[in-house]
Antibody, heavy 121, light 109 residues
Framework: QVTLRESGPALVKPTQTLTLTCTFS??????????VSWIRQPPGKALEWLAL???????YYSTSLKTRLTISKDTSKNQVVLTMTNMDPVDTATYYC?????????????WGQGTLVTVSS | EIVLTQSPATLSLSPGERATLSCRAS??????LAWYQQKPGQAPRLLIY???NRATGIPARFSGSGSGTDFTLTISSLEPEDFAVYYC???????????FGQGTKLEIK
């Protein structure tokens, strides 16, 4: 059974760095073709893809946010970590992690339940 | 960057009716297009991948079609649980960059 769960602070201040952890089970990120992504959704708005890390430790980022994002993995702990620097109130959103299996083409087939992050002083 | 435009923004229908949702890409995405359903307070759920393949456990009333730049999600006969927001999503060729449409809200008429 594949599960993903996001964890991190519910509230961060402007200019701070956000660190989110995705803890997953039911698959291994060392398996060829496996990827984990971060996706966010501001309240009442659409989904926005942020970053992806693959089984080979290759990393890809949203063009508009890549200077602020870092994604990493700890295969032994079944975790993927996303850091986002210089947080702003517009970054208030629910942050999801999701899996892709099989190749970069694959859809996001399993999602975590999401974690709401509010940016406010 | 490829932009996905979904229409209509809101679709008002009654249970039992047929729903047709559209997703148009600003340039060809081949068949690498997926559809998701999202209900309030829940994560998105994968419905369709590679434009026309139903994900595991998805009822047969959901179908997808299209290729290139124009895609359609059809729900043949709406059930009460189908009223939700639907998103399309694509992956650019290289490097992998993923984009979502702005969503279509399917509401009860």
């Amino acid at each position: 059974q594949v599960t993903l769960r996001e964890s991190g602070p519910a509230l961060v201040k402007p200019t701070q760095t956000l660190t989110l952890t995705c803890t997953f089970s039911g698959f291994s990120l060392s398996t060829s073709g496996m990827c984990v992504s971060w996706i966010r959704q501001p309240p009442g708005k659409a989904l926005e893809w942020l970053a992806l890390i693959d089984w080979d430790d290759d990393k890809y980022y949203s063009t508009s946010l890549k200077t602020r994002l870092t994604i990493s993995k700890d295969t032994s702990k079944n975790q993927v970590v996303l850091t986002m620097t210089n947080m702003d109130p517009v970054d208030t959103a629910t942050y999801y992690c999701a899996r892709i299996e099989g190749s970069y083409h694959g859809p996001f087939d399993y999602w975590g339940q999401g974690t709401l992050v509010t940016v406010s002083s | 960057e490829i932009v996905l435009t979904q229409s209509p923004a809101t679709l008002s229908l009654s249970p039992g009716e047929r729903a047709t949702l559209s997703c148009r890409a600003s340039q060809s995405v081949s068949s690498y297009l997926a559809w998701y359903q999202q209900k309030p307070g829940q994560a998105p759920r994968l419905l369709i991948y590679d434009a026309s393949n139903r994900a595991t456990g998805i009822p047969a009333r959901f179908s997808g079609s299209g290729s290139g730049t124009d895609f359609t999600l059809t729900i043949s006969s709406l059930e009460p649980e189908d009223f939700a927001v639907y998103y399309c999503q694509q992956r650019s060729n290289w490097p992998p960059v993923y984009t979502f449409g702005q969503g279509t809200k399917l509401e009860i008429k």
